[in-house]
């Protein structure tokens, strides 16, 4: 877990859980509260005993009172499913820190949090890997099982495990925003909290993407990430830009002049991703690789209700 | 190969800017971006939708239109027709004379006047057969460029052009100019000039489209318009210089006046001139040898040309007269107190021997047996081969007139004088009648190949002249005119334009002309020829010729009253009652594309620097 995240902040999140705003539906036990009846110390209801049931659980003092049998249901606990769809495509390599490196300590954040409740956390990294040459088979298998052994995780005891795959986890290749999240949802047996952590940078748009986790019974949680220079660019005069995914150019006369429209074109793009995901319910989070985490993670996430 | 306008070659100038501008061109720089999405949204936002909204800050774009609309502007040739000259044929006459100097106009008038010129040959409809022809008016009227509708050639002319330092010629170049339009209804002349032309009198019944372009505003000058040197009356060791300065100045000026001999300074003092007149000065001064006096007037005004003037100044020579008579007291008194050099002999006869002794020879009623070759005094003779016959006479001949502009009849008057008997002849062609009665001149000036001849009608005894004031006065000036020396004298003083002639004794094949502005010149001149001649005399100022070993020196002056008065004439007066007024129209189908062109480069290199600025 060496620098992933600092020990004061992981401290802090200790005391923190996700606030699931639905209950569990995972078949696993786990802490949450759910619809499932089953064992626990929590008293839910109380049912006719029918043949078959265990007695273990019938109420002899009314069985006392009124000479039936009542049998006493208790809520079961079941875990909270937290699925984290991370970003690792080539664009998230910038920045400085990276953009990259900054959704990492998010996810692992986030991983640790939920570790912490005794909650599953599943993380998607997208695009899929692909390998591109014999050189890189090593490398290529060597971070398709730090991938497989992040598709699930559960336990604190995990958590340190979980910090050093993310810590050796690569970016790179293109990313398809919106089938990654689809996939992601078919992936899912059951709905929980899914978090995002990209720069929702896709020229295809983000919007079918966020709509299936939305459709899927997901408590979203989106949390967009922009690096200084995007925000911000320091570079003028007579540019010809090429974008690291697809390769495509894109000339640009800029001047000090145009900094403000810039800016209030990242705004314009910013703001409408916030209203999108207001209007689904989608907690939506714009942060800059340049700044601090703690804000985020102690300050943002708390106020928003991620986590409590 | 020729260039109609070699002046565009100026624009190659821009050459190295254009290579300047490719220099600071900057390439594109490329980078890599995460993303160029976030650019693309910018690029979308800030090249907004509305197709008026694009143009809106893009100065760029407006200033390629102001460019491309000046080059088309340019391309079109445009031209403005203000008054446009119709005439096919346009004589251009260019005033070169010295008024043209002054320099209240600027750089001078001459410029000016040839600015315009070179403008109304800009605006020459070629292309409707207009053609043109520049005469230049200085010391002679010169067609610099005969008719024509090459404008490079026309420009040339004009620029060829030199003013120089003599007085006012128009007349000459009108008439040339005037034969050149005649019966030519469509053409005209155009005349580039300060108006400062005495007289034009003969144009007045001329049918004579003439469109004159008044030059000058000003009319700050003095100048000398008179400058002499006589033996001192008082004093005839020293000589006299009589010097006359106009003022044309509404205002009364003090001027410097200097002399100087052979470049020495001699005597300087400061004259009063009163406004709008004349102001003679009288300055003695002593002369060992043959030598040029120059005076200079130092005053501020607009023409420098009429500030100096130079005269020829040779010691006096005795004059050996001979007079022939059978006594005539009166004219023996008066040639004797002629002048302080004069010699007087009297004899009976002119005879072969006499021949080349004397520089003057006075006949009084005397018919010689030889007739002299040098200059004559005839009184009351009549050689067949002087006059027409019949030669008869007349009693009592009352005197009429008498040309008392003459110098001849400097401060003679024949008022109350009375002839008893006179000849009658008819007005001879080599001379000019200065006093006439009604059926005949009485008395007759002029030049016979190299002789000059004063031919009195009348014997002077038979008359009241003698005892008139008039009677020696005229002697005086008949000595003083008849003397070689004061023609010799005259000769090495000419106006500016004048030719110089100078008989040669000897025969000599080279001439070394040094003119004043030092330059040196050399002339072949023929073995036959008796006589040199330079006309070269545009400027004034002191001119030295060797001719062989002998050297001689004249000076040409403008000393003219009416080219000093440099006030521009609003109106040109052709005798009584024509005139023609100044004209301020401008002559137009002036071609504007260079400004056009020249304004769309500057709109360009504008365009150039903003584009750099906003990507700095």
């Known amino acids: 877990m060496a620098g992933i995240l600092t020990p004061q902040v992981l401290r802090r999140l200790e005391q923190f859980q996700l606030i699931a705003a639905r209950r569990a539906k995972s078949s696993a036990k786990g802490e949450r509260k759910s619809r499932a009846r089953g064992q626990s110390v929590e008293f839910a209801d109380y049912r006719n005993y029918v043949l078959g049931d265990d007695l273990r659980y019938l109420d002899w003092n009314l069985y006392g009172r009124l000479d039936r049998l009542f049998l006493k249901l208790y809520e079961e606990e079941r875990e909270l499913p937290v699925r984290i769809f991370l970003d690792a495509s080539e664009s998230m390599l910038f920045g400085s820190p990276s953009k990259f490196d900054f959704a990492r300590q998010v996810a692992a954040a986030i991983g640790y949090v939920a570790l912490c409740g005794f909650d599953r956390v599943s993380l998607h990294i997208f695009p899929e890997l692909q390998a591109t040459s014999d050189a890189e088979m090593l490398n290529f298998s060597q971070q398709m099982a730090i991938r497989g052994a992040l598709r699930s995780v559960r336990g604190k005891k995990s958590s340190l495990q979980y910090f050093a795959n993310l810590t050796a986890l690569k970016a790179g290749g293109a990313a398809d925003f919106n089938a990654s999240l689809k996939r992601g949802v078919l992936e899912s047996r059951q709905a929980g909290v899914a978090v995002v952590l990209s720069d929702f940078l896709d020229p295809a748009g983000y919007e079918p993407g966020l709509l299936a986790l939305v459709g899927r019974g997901f408590q979203v949680n989106a949390i967009q990430i922009l690096s200084p220079e995007e925000i911000n660019p320091g570079t003028f005069g007579d540019l010809r830009l090429v974008d690291s995914e697809s390769g495509a150019v894109q000339e640009v006369t800029f001047g000090k002049y145009r900094l403000a429209a810039y800016q209030q074109a990242v705004a314009n793009y910013v703001q409408r991703l916030r209203e999108f995901c207001k209007a689904r319910g989608v907690h939506f989070f714009s942060v800059n690789s340049g700044e601090s985490i703690e804000d985020l993670l102690l300050r943002q996430l708390r106020t928003a209700e991620m986590w409590g | 190969m020729n260039f109609l306008t070699p002046l565009a070659f100026w624009f190659a100038l821009t050459l190295p800017a254009v290579v300047v501008f490719y220099l600071l061109k900057r390439k594109r720089v490329t980078r890599v971006v995460a993303s160029t999405l976030l650019w693309q949204r910018f690029l979308a936002e800030t090249q907004a939708s509305a197709p008026l909204q694009r143009l809106r800050h893009n100065w760029l774009l407006l200033l390629q239109l102001l460019m491309l609309l000046l080059l088309v502007l340019a391309l079109a040739r445009p031209y403005f027709s203000g008054k446009s000259s119709d005439g096919k044929l346009q004589v251009v006459v260019l005033d070169a004379s010295a008024s043209m100097q002054s320099t209240d106009e600027s750089p001078s008038r001459f410029e000016k006047a040839r600015k315009e010129a070179i403008a109304l040959v800009n605006a020459l409809a070629t292309g409707k057969g207009g053609q043109m022809v520049v005469l230049v008016a200085g010391a002679n009227a010169e067609v610099r460029q005969s008719a024509t509708s090459e404008k490079a050639a026309l420009r040339r002319a004009l620029e060829g052009a030199r003013v120089t330092d003599s007085s006012t010629r128009l007349a000459e170049a009108l008439r040339v100019a005037e034969t050149l339009i005649r019966d030519r209804p469509d053409a005209e002349i155009h005349l580039f000039s300060d108006g400062a032309i005495p007289e034009l009198a003969e144009f007045e019944t001329r049918e004579m489209r003439l469109i004159y372009h008044k030059v000058g505003k000003g009319g700050r000058n003095a100048g000398i318009i008179a400058f002499d040197v006589k033996p001192n009356p008082e004093d005839p060791s020293k000589r006299a210089l009589f010097i006359s300065v106009a003022n044309h100045q509404p205002q009364s000026i003090d001027a410097r006046v200097e002399i100087a001999f052979e470049g020495q300074l001699v005597e300087t003092k400061t004259i009063t001139l009163a406004p709008t007149n004349t102001t003679p000065a009288v300055f003695i001064a002593s002369q060992a040898r043959d030598g040029v006096f120059t005076a200079k007037l130092i005053t501020e005004d607009d023409l420098k040309a009429d500030d100096q003037a130079s005269v020829v100044s040779l010691m006096p020579q005795p004059i050996r007269v001979l007079l022939v008579t059978r006594g005539n007291r009166f004219l023996e008194k008066a040639l004797a107190a002629a002048g302080p050099n004069v010699e007087l002999s009297t004899a009976a006869d002119h005879s072969a021997a006499d021949a080349g002794r004397h520089e003057l020879v006075v006949l009084d009623d005397v018919v010689p047996s030889e007739w002299p070759k040098g200059n004559l005094l005839a009184i009351n003779v009549a050689p067949t081969n002087w006059f027409e016959p019949p030669v008869g006479g007349i009693e009592a001949p009352p005197i009429v007139n008498w040309k008392n502009t003459h110098p001849l009849l400097r401060f003679v008057t024949f008022d109350n004088i009375q002839v008893a008997k006179a000849l009658q002849v008819k007005s001879p062609g080599w001379g000019v009648s200065l006093v006439d009665a009604p059926q005949s001149p009485l008395v007759v000036a002029g030049e016979m190949g190299r002789q000059r001849v004063i031919w009195i009608g009348f014997d002077t005894l038979e008359s009241t002249w003698p005892l008139r004031i008039s ?70 100022g002191v001119y030295r010729v060797q001719l062989g070993t002998n050297q001689v020196a004249f000076s040409a002056n403008l000393l003219d009253a009416a080219e000093s008065n440099i006030r521009p004439r609003e109106t040109l007066d052709l005798g009584r009652f024509t005139q023609v007024k100044a004209t301020t129209e401008r002559d137009a189908n002036l071609e504007w594309w260079r400004w056009f062109a020249l304004a769309g480069l500057g709109v360009m290199l504008g365009e150039w620097w903003w584009f750099h600025r906003r990507t700095a």
């Open chain 2, 471 to 540: 009677f020696p006065i005229f002697v005086a000036n008949a000595v003083d005119w008849l003397n070689p020396a004061t023609a010799k004298a005259e000769q090495f003083l000419i106006k500016a334009g004048d030719a110089f002639r100078l008989p040669l004794a000897s025969p000599v094949t080279e001439a070394v002309v040094t003119v004043p502005d030092g330059s040196v010149q050399k002339v072949p001149v023929g073995v036959e020829s008796t006589e040199f001649v330079w006309g070269d005399t545009g400027r004034q």
